[in-house]
C-alpha cells in the first residue's frame, strides 16, 4: 500500500472520508432533474468507492430529491452553461446531502436500465430542442 510519502513528488488531491447512508447519482438534462440512489453500503467493496464494484452488485432505485436539491442542482448546472450534466452527491445517515462532484459528460444510460426512468427520451427530446 502507498504511504503518504512516497507520493511526495506528485499533485494530490484528498477528500475526507463522509459516512454514507446512500450515494446518489443526479442527471440534469436541460430543467429535468433525474436521481437515482445508490445503496453501496450493502457491498463491501464498494462502500468507499461504489465504482469498485459492478453495478449489478448493488440496488439503485429512483430516489425523489427534495426540491432544494433539484434546484441546486439544476443551477449548477447552469452557471457553468451546460444543457447536460451528472453530478454524485452522497446522503449521509444523518441526512445531510454532500455534493461531489459534477461531470458534464457522465455515463448516465446504466441508470435508465436499472431505474426504468425515462432518461433516453428526454436526453433525445433535448438533443432536437424540445
Known amino acids: 500500500m502507498m504511504k503518504i510519502g512516497d507520493a511526495k513528488l506528485c499533485p494530490c488531491i484528498f477528500q475526507a472520508t463522509i459516512p454514507k447512508k446512500l450515494e446518489l447519482r443526479i442527471t440534469v438534462m436541460?430543467?429535468?432533474?433525474?436521481?437515482?440512489?445508490?445503496?453501496?453500503?450493502r457491498v463491501p467493496r464498494a462502500k468507499?468507492?461504489?465504482?469498485?464494484?459492478?453495478?449489478?452488485e448493488f440496488p439503485c432505485t429512483p430516489y425523489k430529491l427534495p426540491e432544494?436539491?433539484?434546484?441546486?442542482?439544476t443551477a449548477i448546472a447552469k452557471a457553468f452553461n451546460l444543457q447536460f450534466a451528472s453530478m454524485d452527491a452522497i446522503l449521509t445517515p444523518e441526512g445531510k446531502y454532500v455534493f461531489l462532484d459534477l461531470n458534464p459528460n457522465g455515463q448516465w444510460l446504466?441508470?435508465?436500465?436499472?431505474?426504468?426512468?425515462p432518461m433516453a427520451l428526454r436526453f433525445a427530446r433535448l438533443l432536437a430542442g424540445k
Open 30 to 41: 436541460g430543467d429535468t432533474v433525474f436521481a437515482a440512489a445508490m445503496d453501496t453500503q
Open 110 to 117: 446504466w441508470v435508465e436500465f436499472k431505474t426504468g426512468m
Open 68 to 73: 432544494e436539491i433539484s434546484l441546486k442542482s
Open 48 to 56: 468507499n468507492d461504489w465504482r469498485r464494484a459492478t453495478d449489478q
